[in-house]
Nanobody
Framework: VQLQASGGGLVQAGGSLSLSCEAS????????MSWFRQSPGKEREFVAG????????AYADSVKGRFTISGGDARNTATLQMHNLKSEDTAIYYC?????????????????WGQGTLVTVSS
């Protein structure tokens, strides 16, 4: 399984950015897809997740109301729309996938990872 993340960049505080993750698996292999992020000197943290069924989502408290995760019809993509960005959102963002329909905030539960994409929010 390969995951390809894209969409990072530089944005001013209060602005918006959209990240996209496309996975190589097919719809018959539905998997839960999530976004994590890691800032310098910090551990990788859960941001948002989308269940394999596409019916459930989960968010970190720090991004609730500002970020939205959604999937495409083929269910092998996960888009993270980020609004009202803050300087503390600056990080490398990673998409991850796991078998099954459960969304976990524990990064160790995800065996499949994409390369990171850098999001920088300037104040």
């Amino acid at each position: 399984v390969q995951l390809q993340a894209s969409g990072g960049g530089l944005v001013q505080a209060g602005g918006s950015l959209s990240l996209s993750c496309e996975a190589s698996f097919h719809t018959v292999e539905y998997r839960t897809m999530s976004w994590f992020r890691q800032s310098p000197g910090k551990e990788r943290e859960f941001v948002a997740g989308l269940s394999a069924s596409g019916r459930r989502t989960a968010y970190a408290d720090s991004v609730k109301g500002r970020f939205t995760i959604s999937g495409g019809d083929a269910r092998n993509t996960a888009t993270l729309q980020m609004h009202n960005l803050k300087s503390e959102d600056t990080a490398i963002y990673y998409c991850a996938a796991r078998d099954g329909n459960n969304i976990y905030s524990d990064a160790q539960k995800y065996p499949f990872w994409g390369q990171g994409t850098l999001v920088t929010v300037s104040s």
